[in-house]
């Protein structure tokens, strides 16, 4: 059995890294063209040959086969995502001494495919504070040796910073609780980081959290 990645806007992605960022935003892996999709939507998140779709807890949703993903999805050859009006679609790396076989299209999962009618036209659209902190935490007590924490640290601070972006705007200001765990996750991540490349990220994190106390 081959590798599987991940085929979006005629391009192959290998999904080389433990987790790979989907979303608008430049700072993305794969970066999508609808302006359905959250800057930071969702992770496609690797633990051996298992791939796993983690829903950022986007405003329009992730969809999979037709069905949407309420947190977390387990991918195998031949699903079909969608998000707004962007299509990916789960592929296994083709054999060399084999063609890499068309995928049919089921009739009953077209059936319950949504139409773009049902979402919301915001580009705005981002993720909710519990579906940031529990995925950071999570990212956190998986992550393995040093040489996957560069990728891990670019998806945690990624979303916590979309997180912040929208504090008070489209979503609600954070809670006393939710600025204890948001602390400590951030305290961790710069643990790993003894040369002080993310302290002035972490102060500015600090700067952001105080202001917005001041706005509540």
Not at 4 to 18: A, S, V
Not at 92 to 97: D, I, M, P, V
Not at 179 to 200: F, K, Y
């Amino acid at each position: 059995m081959g590798e599987l990645k991940i085929r979006y806007d005629g391009q192959d992605y290998p999904l080389t890294q433990r987790q790979t960022l989907v979303g608008r935003s430049r700072r993305c892996v794969i970066v999508l063209n609808s302006r359905l999709a959250s800057r930071e939507h969702c992770v496609l998140e690797r633990s051996g040959a298992a791939l796993t779709l983690i829903e950022l807890g986007s405003k329009n949703g992730t969809w999979v086969n037709g069905e949407r993903v309420t947190r977390r999805r387990q991918l195998a050859k031949g699903d079909e995502i969608r998000i707004g009006s962007d299509h990916m679609e789960v592929v296994e790396e083709a054999r060399a001494h084999e063609p890499e076989p068309r995928r049919q299209v089921e009739t009953q999962r077209m059936a319950r495919k949504p139409s773009d009618e049902q979402f919301e036209d915001d580009s705005t659209a981002t993720v909710d504070h519990a579906s940031v902190l529990d995925l950071a935490e999570v990212l956190l007590e998986t992550a393995g040796g040093p040489e996957q924490r560069p990728q891990t640290t670019r998806v945690i601070l990624a979303a916590v910073d979309e997180l912040l972006d929208h504090a008070g705007l489209t979503q609600p200001y954070l809670g006393p609780e939710e600025e204890r765990r948001l602390r400590s996750i951030a305290d961790r991540v710069q643990s790993w980081w003894p040369d002080g490349s993310l302290t002035a990220w972490r102060q500015g994190l600090e700067s952001r959290l105080a202001a917005a106390g001041r706005r509540r």
